[in-house]
């Protein structure tokens, strides 16, 4: 790390980082190799341009998981689609998708078009606004005239749809653990 | 369809990633707290977070570089279609930390076209830039998502990253993207930005304007601005070896022209500021010089310097 203030924050944040990795699904072992893959990322990276580099490494370190888990379930579903294992923490993301991995993918996407399409208008605008366009709620809202709490509102029912758009695909796919991607660790 | 408790588990987690979008380090361990509070709350919220990812996976995120002649960045920008038409999967997997952030040791490099000259830069980010002839970009390796026009005029399809916009710098001004196509043009103390699709915010400081897709804004330094709705794509017609022009000068007409034509064009003091409208169809130089002149009623002639157009009756002597 060439920067000492972000090997100094790194280092103040570490044990928050594993205590949230662990919360995340990760085994003890497992989180300390992902903090430790993180800060290998960050090697070199000044982060105090960043507005808050606290919540920037948490991010990252979520990101890291969900990379983790859905490479995964790309390996299991191609290779051996075991039903009651979770998706094992390995080290890399597949370098080239598989033409199953694309078809999966396809349908996928197809799966949330088609909820997003469903929705009432509102609430579809008020998604592309906020998923899309990226403007903060608080925007969304005044640009609309509506309250903060109408646009959180909406954007539950839009995400509900996703959600369920995503566990009806999981059933079809025979995803490990069915509609619940949790981690090993609560592979009961 | 769905088990009951999942129903809760779920608007909680929901609520979770609304509120972790902008989130500080505060609500990571508020999230934290939440997340160790019951043994389900973590694959509610990986189910939510997956779903989440799952939007993006028509725009293939993934920073596969492209060849600098590759004109077709269209792709990019193609998850703005999602909600219309499901197409191209590609895997979609969102990493903050693939991309060096603001910050790093700058390293700054210069694109600059000769007039007439049209070049596709392509970024690590798969954000491609179209600089149209006459044209001064500064680009920087270490900060990826901004650039700076010095001058000339420039076609954006930038890869929309919401926690990194892309911000181009003109001047004083700033123009930050909200997921986008969008044209800026700079010359003689003249800005221009055309949104040709999404949305982009002009000055997010100052006059915070938000441009969507049609919007165009005209800025003479220092001046009011001046906004229209619906001419977006006017501004990108170069692209297509065409320039329209509405209610233009004959001094800016002059300017494109030199810019797209690759040889001086100017214009005489007193019909400069002539106006004209019209579509030119770019070719070689004298016969669409020609075309202008014929639809301006003025006359064009190629002195020693370039091109120059005049009255017509001087021209005619």
């Given amino acids: 790390m060439s920067d000492e203030n972000t090997q100094q924050l790194f280092l103040a944040l570490r044990p928050a980082l594993i205590r949230f990795l662990a919360a995340r699904g990760l085994g003890a072992d497992e989180a300390q190799d992902a903090v430790q893959d993180l800060f290998l990322k960050l090697d070199g990276m000044r982060l105090d341009a ?48 598989s033409i199953e991995t694309l078809l999966i993918d396809r349908e996928r996407l197809t799966a949330v078009a088609d909820a997003l399409a469903g929705l009432p208008e509102r609430t579809a605008e008020i998604f592309r606004r906020f998923r899309l366009l990226g403007e903060p709620q608080r925007e969304i809202a005044q640009t609309l005239g509506i309250s903060l709490s109408a646009v959180e509102k909406h954007l539950q029912r839009a995400y509900a749809a996703v959600v ?25 | 369809m769905r088990p009951d408790g999942d129903n809760d588990a779920d608007t909680a987690a929901i609520g979770w990633l609304l509120r972790l979008r902008d989130g500080a380090a505060a609500d990571w361990e508020a999230f934290t707290v939440w997340l160790e509070s019951a043994p389900d709350n973590n694959a509610a919220y990986e189910r939510v977070a997956l779903a989440d990812q799952d939007v993006d996976l028509g725009s293939d995120r993934r920073a596969t570089p492209t060849a600098a002649n590759d004109d077709d960045p269209q792709r990019l920008t193609r998850w703005w279609l999602l909600a219309g038409l499901g197409v191209a999967a590609a895997a979609a997997i969102t990493i903050i930390i693939a991309a060096p952030g603001p910050g790093v040791r700058p390293a700054p490099y210069e694109v600059v076209t000769a007039p007439g000259e049209k070049r596709v830069v392509t970024l690590n980010d798969g954000s491609a830039i179209t600089v149209s002839g006459g044209t001064q970009l500064v ?41 986008t196509v969008f044209t800026v043009a700079h010359e003689s103390g003249n800005l221009r930005v055309a949104v040709t699709e999404g949305s982009v915010r002009y000055n997010p400081e100052a006059e915070n304007l938000l441009l969507i897709a049609g919007d165009s804004i005209n800025r003479a330094q220092g001046g009011p601005i001046i906004r ?20 233009a000068s004959l001094r800016n007409v002059a300017a494109r022209l030199s810019r797209n034509l690759g040889t001086p064009v100017s214009v005489d003091a007193d019909i400069a500021g002539q106006s004209f409208s019209g579509t030119i169809v770019l070719g070689k130089p004298a016969p669409t010089l020609a075309r202008v002149a014929d639809l301006a ?21």
């Fill in chain 2, 228 to 247: 229209s709705s619906g001419d977006a794509d006017a501004l990108a017609e170069w692209r297509r070896g065409r320039l329209d022009f509405a209610d």
């Fill in chain 1, 164 to 188: 369920d758009a995503r566990r009806r695909l999981d059933v079809d796919f025979g995803s490990p653990r069915g509609h619940s991607s949790g981690g090993e660790s609560d592979a009961a």
């Fill in chain 1, 50 to 97: 960043i507005a808050d580099p606290r919540a920037y490494l948490y991010r990252a370190a979520d990101n890291l998981v969900l990379d983790r888990r859905r490479s995964g379930f790309r390996r299991l579903n191609r290779e051996t689609r075991w039903g009651g294992l979770a998706a094992p923490i390995g080290p890399g993301i597949d370098p080239q998708p």
């Fill in chain 2, 297 to 317: 009623g003025v006359a064009v002639r190629h002195d020693g310097n370039g091109w120059r157009f005049y009255t017509r009756d001087l021209g005619a002597n």
């Fill in chain 2, 139 to 179: 680009l920087d390796r270490a900060a990826g998502r901004r650039a700076e026009l010095r001058r000339g005029e420039a076609l954006f399809k930038v890869r929309h990253d919401p926690a990194s916009p892309f911000v181009v710098i003109v001047g004083t001004d700033k123009i930050v993207d909200l997921g």
